[in-house]
């Protein structure tokens, strides 16, 4: 049995293993779960620091993994200067963008139909347009109270998997890794940022929360855009 099928304890992993071992753990979850989809494993990239440590993992892994982002245009300058130096050294990076028109400021009053739009469907795009059996993400189970009960294998859609492959990494473990293999980030955490989203919706908090900035001032702060709780194949109903 590998370690796609373990039944082990999230939580005791956080706190248990050392950084290498987590390290180590994350190789062998992606490399197994290529060897079992091949080319239908792809890497969602949201271009946040959990995201390229996930992405620059699977480039040991295989250099072939392909990935996708997806982008607003909501996105903080920053943030698309950083996208297009990836993609430019990344072709194998995709770029998902709804470009319809939204109502002006929907992000105010009505922050999960924007991110329904913008979100959770260009994510369904490339889902279905680069022919995804399992992919992958950069979710840690201790960046807030929304993400405590993942699992690293995950099948919440029928016929999709979900590899978590850094489920159990710390926010320390995460910079470690970082620094120690010279991997470039977004500027913007420089300023003092800890989980980035679209400019409106994101903030510099102190709280502990790593989350904390994210929509802040609505029922929505500390949150998801959707991308992990809403359905990305099947039907899909995009009013909330
Ligand atoms: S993060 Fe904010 S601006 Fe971006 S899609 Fe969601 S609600 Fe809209």
Redesign the pocket.
Known sequence: MGLLENNDNMKELVENLTYKEKVNRSLTLIDEAYDRYGDGLVIANSLGKDSVVVWALAKMVDPKIRGFIVT?Q?KPRETIRFMHGEVAKYPELKIFRNDEEIPEN??EYD?DR??NT??VLPTRWAIDEMDVSCWVTGLRCTEGRTRTDYREVEERDEGLMKLNPILVWKEREIWQFLALNNVEVNPLYAEGYRSL??A??TNITTDDNERSGR?VGTSKCGGE?GIHTRPLKGEFVLQT
């Open positions: 607003t909501f929907l992000y922050p924007c991110c913008l979100k989203g679209c409106p919706c929509w855009c």
